[in-house]
């Protein structure tokens, strides 16, 4: 009696491992903060970090970053990153992205900089590809330029 319930048992649990890869969890995105790295006559330079969480069973390659930008109610500026980085099974990252803002889009952003202005508004998108196929997330955050979110 006892081998007929350990089939069926043994079963269940390798069908429920299964149903993970064909039912990923999206991965979670918690902005940790950006910070001005410098100002020069071609743009400015800055860096995004993002504490990225993945809760699959497997690990998840992080192949883009569409992000935008925007400093007090300064217009937003934007771009687009590549990356090739794997966010670990059941594991959490910091992502750092360098952001370059063009020398006329930072125009706004600097003005606002050089009044004391230090409030930013971020959103985005990371592409992910994954084993089951490409899996986008988006992310918003606010804060403190140099500060925590």
């Known amino acids: 009696m006892r081998v007929k319930l350990v089939f069926p048992l043994l079963f269940a649990l390798v069908a429920a491992a299964g149903c993970s890869r064909l039912h990923p969890q999206k991965p979670s995105v918690d902005v940790r903060g950006v910070a001005v790295g410098s100002v020069s006559i ?17 690990g998840v390659p992080l192949a883009a970053v569409d992000w935008q930008l925007a400093v007090g109610d300064a217009r937003a500026v934007s771009g687009t990153i590549e990356l090739s980085d794997t966010i670990p099974a059941n594991g959490s ?4 992205v360098n952001l370059q803002v063009r020398a006329l889009d930072a125009i ?22 994954a084993p089951i196929g490409r899996i986008d997330v988006a ?11």
């Not at 970090?49 to 497997?58: A, E, K």
Request: aromatic residues 8%; hydrophobic residues 30%; positive net charge.
């Open 108 to 129: 706004a952003v600097a003005r606002k900089l050089s009044t004391g202005e230090r409030t930013y508004r971020v959103s985005g998108t990371l592409h992910f590809n």
């Open 93 to 96: 990252t910091m992502v750092s």
């Open 42 to 58: 071609s743009g400015i330079s800055g860096t995004l970090q993002m504490q990225v969480t993945n809760p699959n069973n497997f």
């Open 139 to 149: 992310f918003t955050g606010q804060g403190n330029i140099g500060g925590r979110t």
